[in-house]
């Protein structure tokens, strides 16, 4: 089993910046890719970006250019760094990771809230 825990979650300006971080522990070896999900609400969950064990990533077009996703693997962290925010990118996030190939849905962390103000 894996486990992860997120933390750097609050409420910041419009054009503002946040950086989330996840921890990762338990059967640390199993994990393959990692990836960002959040959920407004009403709205339906999206997968914000993802990182591969190889380090390639992807991001939802909404957030290209703003968000940056990174790994750490010494320290068994993926983080989500995120700038120029906008009232739209409020939602929970939630880090996510892969046991296997495939999209990295297998286990995912408590989330936390992001909350832009206009």
């Known amino acids: 089993q894996v486990q992860l825990m997120e933390s750097g979650g609050g409420l910041v300006q419009a054009g503002g910046s946040l950086r989330l971080s996840c921890a990762a522990s338990g059967s640390i070896s199993s994990i393959n890719s990692m990836g960002w999900y959040r959920q407004a609400p009403g709205k339906v969950r999206e997968l914000v970006a993802i990182i591969t064990s190889g380090g390639s990533t992807k991001y939802v077009d909404s957030v290209k250019g703003r968000f940056t996703i990174s790994r750490d693997s010494a320290k068994n962290t993926v983080y989500l760094q995120m700038t120029s925010l906008k009232p739209d990118d409020t939602a929970v996030y939630y880090c996510?990771?892969?046991?296997?190939?495939?999209?990295?849905?297998?286990?995912w962390g408590q989330g936390t809230q992001v909350t832009v103000s206009s």
């Open positions: 996510t990771a892969a046991g296997g190939l495939g999209w990295p849905e297998d286990y």
